[in-house]
């Protein structure tokens, strides 16, 4: 075995010990197939107010510019699918990925762990880790470092497991040995774009950022639009419709990740619960969740908007 499978075993190994789904790995390059896809969805105002995602154009599609000499981008897939969901089926809804602690804090650490035993069993290796909070173009990667593909409503897919997981990665100085790009497995299906209660997936494999439950509901800070009412189909943080209605998502299995397991008393709340929740309340239940994110009054605004649903 050559010098640099062994080193691809051994970071996969690690990989799966440290819990990840999986892990592919791919050459850092530039993406050019991304370049004209990236731009096009920005000149569209796709992104709504996300404007973050116009700044470090050239990083998102070059590694090398986040990371000097970089020369592998290793991909992490992390299950969060629960076991159980909210029971109360007329209670305000949150995304899935929310149920437990903030995933950003989750999987920063077990990518400080990779990087710490890379470097430990392979010596002197630099390079960062990151979680969806840097320039860093997460799905092309994994797609390319053949964890999946990415589907009709711009997710990663894989036929075993879906599409419920995390996405992270490393991008380290050390070659190793790369994976292929797997094939689409979408067919004709049009489950996700017919489902989409704001027909945000505006064609296959584009969707409009600025139309998203997930956008309203989390990335939004002023009032949601006056025009969206009755369109939520009672989401409050996030919103997994596409991903929910998606076949290959029949063969999601339940994480083993103790901190996703979520405050007990969540997956209990009635909708007149959630209708009457205090500042108290909510400090308590997302003490360590992706849910602070849009604070209290956040999700305040979000409960009130799906009242006025109702109306």
């Not at 990087?115 to 390319?144: M, Y």
């Not at 949601?224 to 009755?230: D, K, N, R, W």
């Not at 997994?240 to 996703?260: A, G, I, M, T, Y």
Request: overall charge negative; aromatic content about 10%.
């Amino acid at each position: 075995m050559s010098v640099k499978a062994t080193h691809t075993k051994l970071i996969k190994e690690e990989a799966k010990r440290l819990g990840f789904l999986s892990c592919g790995i791919s050459k850092t390059e530039f993406l050019e197939e991304e370049a004209p896809r990236l731009e096009a969805w920005l000149n569209k105002n796709m992104h709504g107010e996300m404007s973050y995602m116009e700044n470090h154009f050239d990083k998102r599609l070059d590694p090398t510019k986040l990371v000097d000499d970089s020369k592998s981008v290793v991909s992490l897939l992390l299950n969060y699918f629960p076991s159980e969901i909210q029971q109360d089926t007329e209670a305000p809804k949150i995304s899935k990925y929310a149920y437990g602690t903030d995933y950003h804090f989750v999987i920063k650490d077990k990518l400080k762990h990779l990087l710490n035993f890379i470097q430990d069993e392979i010596g002197e290796v630099s390079g960062r880790a990151f979680v969806d909070s840097a320039p860093v173009l997460d799905k092309a990667w994994a797609a390319k470092s053949g964890l999946g593909w990415i589907g009709k409503h711009s997710n990663l897919l894989t036929q075993k497991v879906g599409s419920f997981y995390f996405i992270a990665e490393l991008i380290i100085d050390l070659e190793l040995d790369y994976d292929a790009p797997v094939t689409d497995h979408c067919g004709s299906c049009t489950a996700c774009i017919d489902a989409c209660p704001t027909q945000a997936i505006v064609e296959p494999y584009v969707v409009d950022g600025s139309k998203c439950i997930s956008y309203f509901t989390i990335e939004l800070k002023n009032e949601i639009p006056i025009h969206m009412h009755g369109q939520f189909d009672d989401w409050m943080f996030g919103c997994d419709v596409c991903q929910d209605v998606c076949p290959w998502n029949r063969f999601s299995k339940p994480h083993n990740e103790p901190l996703f397991n979520p405050h007990p008393e969540l997956l209990s709340m009635s909708k007149k619960d959630w209708e009457e929740i205090t500042q108290e309340v909510f400090s308590q239940i997302f003490k360590k969740s992706a849910v602070k994110r849009t604070k209290y009054t956040g999700l305040i605004r979000n409960i009130n908007f799906l009242d006025k649903n109702k109306t």
